[in-house]
């Protein structure tokens, strides 16, 4: 399987900080990453696919890079709806693996 | 509008079966191919199965051979049978739409649990 692995685990920012979150995949998965928000109690959202598309409805604040096996998610201007835990996911293979997130917490 | 409702979770022993179903509206699910994603309490997610729109399917490495998914395109409906149930399949259960590389609705969640 592909294994994805995200950095940092969590962070701390505070409202109006750019936030970015690493996601790293142990082989070239192209363009094939998915992010993901996911609030507490709550389905997963998404955000961004192909590493770079933004999802319809999804604020602009919210970008994504890289392509091959590193990847990031970029929020521009952290708003308090935003606090929340972020996956990525590659479905380059047909056996989809997810980060094990990435949890933003209030400063 | 798109919405995805799962429903059959519950308390089941070790050992024991459990159906998950996957109701869908707004769209036809002999369009999409659909998937089951789970989260244990307190993790991450991990991805379970998935069928393909020509009916194909795959599981993940911990559930192949014990889960089951199918789909009743006249019920617009995904299920997940679930056999052989053991303590660390405990978790909720999302079903998903897929559309392109990703998945782009999900439905609320459905817990399960397998305990004694």
């Known amino acids: 399987d592909i294994q994805m692995t995200q950095s940092p685990s969590s962070l701390s920012a505070s409202v109006g900080d750019r936030v970015t979150i690493a996601c790293r995949a142990n082989?070239?998965?192209?363009?094939?990453l998915s992010w993901y928000q996911q609030k507490p109690g709550k389905a997963p959202k998404l955000l961004i696919f192909?590493?770079?598309s933004l999802q319809s409805g999804v604020p602009s604040r919210f970008s994504g890079s890289g392509s091959g096996t590193d990847f990031t998610l970029t929020i521009s201007s952290l708003q308090p709806e935003d606090f929340a835990t972020y996956y990525c996911?590659?479905?380059?293979?047909?056996?989809?693996?997810f980060g094990q997130g990435t949890k933003v917490e209030i400063k | 509008e798109v919405l995805l409702v799962e429903s059959g979770g519950g308390l089941v022993q070790p050992g024991g079966s459990l159906r998950l179903s996957c109701a869908a509206s707004?769209?036809?699910?002999?369009?999409?191919?659909m998937s089951w994603v789970r989260q244990t309490p307190g993790k991450g997610l991990e991805w379970v199965s998935v069928?393909?729109?020509?009916?194909?399917?795959y599981y993940g490495d911990s559930v192949r051979g014990r889960f089951s998914i199918s789909r009743d395109n006249s019920k617009n409906t995904v299920y997940l049978q679930m056999g052989s149930l053991r303590a660390d399949d405990t978790a909720v259960y999302y079903c998903?739409?897929?559309?392109?590389?990703?998945?782009?609705?999900w439905g609320q969640g459905n817990l399960v649990t397998v305990s004694s």
């Open positions: 998903a739409r897929g559309q392109g590389p990703a998945f782009d609705y």
């Open positions: 707004g769209f036809n699910i002999s369009n999409n191919y």
């Open positions: 069928i393909y729109t020509g009916g194909t399917t």
């Open positions: 082989q070239n998965i192209r363009n094939y």
């Open positions: 192909a590493a770079s």
């Open positions: 996911q590659q479905s380059y293979s047909t056996f989809r693996t």
